[in-house]
């Protein structure tokens, strides 16, 4: 779970609106695209300060308080707060910057 408050940093590459001849076997030179693709933060604070902000994003995900593009999250994300054993942790971290 640890771990996971990585997504407080940086960015990824959305791939919405990319040319589909650029999409077209993926592979090695999967960078051509990147070029076509919107850099997004993973959480919408600062992308470049490590933080707890992505555990107070998953739990305001998992009671539907936030809008559609506030955050990024893959399953493995969600999986966190759906999981009961999981959320405990997730809501240490939320409520304790120092985590």
């Not at 408050?5 to 076997?25: D, F």
């Not at 493995?76 to 120092?98: C, H, M, N, P, S």
Request: hydrophobic share 35%; proline share 5%.
């Amino acid at each position: 779970v640890a771990l996971m408050g990585g997504h407080s940093l940086g960015r990824w590459t959305s791939l919405l609106g990319v040319p589909k001849e650029c999409l077209k076997n993926l592979n090695s030179k999967w960078e051509r695209c990147l070029p076509y693709g919107e850099r997004l933060p993973f959480v919408s604070e600062d992308p470049d300060t490590f933080s707890n902000s992505y555990f107070k994003w998953l739990l305001l995900w998992n009671e539907r308080k936030i809008e559609y593009g506030d955050v990024h999250f893959i399953p493995t994300d969600v999986v966190l707060v759906i999981d009961d054993g999981f959320r405990e942790y997730v809501q240490r971290f939320a409520g304790d910057k120092e985590s």
